[in-house]
């Protein structure tokens, strides 16, 4: 079994900058992709970014220039670095990875962590 545990999200005020990180553990031979995807209240849940296993990365447009998306290999961790916060960046942020944990690749999530920007 995977499990994939967020953390760093939290209070900020416009402007300012949280870290958020993803970590995958259990019986992992390999992972591919990894993502960070965010829900607001009301709203469907979207692709905030996507990073491949050879570092490859894309964003949305909404984010580009201020969040930046990373990978540890050796720690199976995915990091999200959010600068710049905006009010609009409120949500639920969920992290999600492309594990090989048996003869095939399976999709696993995080549970979520809030990221809160007050103006």
């Known amino acids: 079994q995977v499990q994939l545990v967020e953390s760093g999200g939290g209070l900020v005020q416009a402007g300012g900058s949280l870290r958020l990180s993803c970590a995958a553990s259990?019986?992992?031979?390999?992972?591919?992709?990894m993502g960070w995807h965010r829900q607001a209240p009301g709203k469907q849940r979207e692709l905030v970014a996507h990073i491949t296993s050879g570092g490859s990365t894309n964003y949305a447009d909404s984010v580009k220039g201020r969040f930046t998306i990373s990978r540890d290999n050796a720690k199976n961790t995915v990091y999200l670095q959010m600068n710049s916060l905006k009010p609009e960046d409120t949500a639920v942020y969920y992290c999600n990875a492309d594990v090989k944990s048996s003869s095939r690749y399976t999709d696993y999530w995080g549970q979520g962590t809030q990221v809160t920007v007050s103006s």
């Open positions: 259990g019986t992992i031979f390999s992972i591919n992709a």
